[in-house]
């Protein structure tokens, strides 16, 4: 089946500090990739959609200065949170679809997610 | 505004009881996913739903899909402690050309043995 690693899965860093967390798709290649963020017992909060070889799509209220995403192979995507401060602090997981061109979306596959812990 | 909602937030039943969770959205989907996501771990997908009135079943799992494709519900029967977990569902929403993936907010199942 379609995996998708994530790495680093726990980062404990000081205020101010810029933290790169990636994506990868092991044994398929990934177009599109998503970025969520998850806090306690809540949902799933769609961040930006990684596009390969163009710059990604942005949901509203997320900054884009703030989250930089970077998706330059069709197996890896790279989240930077910048200058992070402790707000930043959550689950940051990444999902990859396999693009099939059937009718409907397809799975998505997560990474098993990182840690961001600001201090 | 969050356009799929989920309900209950919380469930907490005894090994061998049954559980539902719902889900609804304020608009037409074009299809409906559910996933699982265990204590401390990734969501994982259960299964796609995309005709009007749908019902598919994975052993003790029944999932269906209403035929105004608004809603959707997923049933276990006989729940066992490996069952715990926050069930998602997640729709997908057409708006022009572009398909969004939108996720409930989950419904956290707790099984008492």
């Known amino acids: 089946g379609a995996v998708v690693s994530q790495h680093p899965s726990r980062v404990i860093c000081k205020s101010g500090t810029s933290v790169k967390i990636e994506c990868r798709s092991l044994?398929?290649?990934?177009?599109?990739m998503f970025w969520y963020r998850q806090f306690p017992k809540k949902s799933l909060m769609l961040m930006a959609t990684s596009n390969e070889g163009s710059k990604a799509t942005y949901e509203q209220g997320v900054e884009k200065d703030k989250f930089l995403i970077n998706h330059a192979s069709l197996t890896l995507s790279t989240l930077t949170v910048t200058s992070a401060h402790p707000e930043d602090s959550s689950f940051y997981i990444c999902s990859a679809r396999v693009w099939s061109g059937a009718v409907g979306n397809q799975p998505q596959h997560f990474g098993d997610g990182t840690r961001l812990s600001i201090l | 505004g969050q356009q799929v909602m989920q309900i209950p937030q919380y469930q907490h039943v005894q090994e061998g009881e049954d559980f539902t969770t719902y889900c609804n959205s304020s608009?037409?989907?074009?299809?409906i996913q559910w996933y699982k996501q265990r204590p401390g771990g990734h969501p994982v997908f259960l299964i796609q739903l995309v005709k009007s009135g749908e019902v598919k079943k994975q052993k003790r799992l029944t999932f269906q899909f209403g035929e105004a494709k608004k809603n959707s519900s997923l049933h276990i029967t006989a729940t066992q402690t490996t069952d715990v977990g926050t069930y998602f569902c997640?729709?997908?929403?057409?708006?022009?050309?572009?398909?969004?993936?939108?996720f409930g907010s989950g419904t956290q199942l707790t099984v008492l043995p």
């Open positions: 608009t037409t989907l074009s299809n």
């Open positions: 044994d398929f290649q990934a177009t599109t």
């Open positions: 997640a729709g997908t929403i057409s708006s022009g050309s572009a398909r969004q993936l939108t």
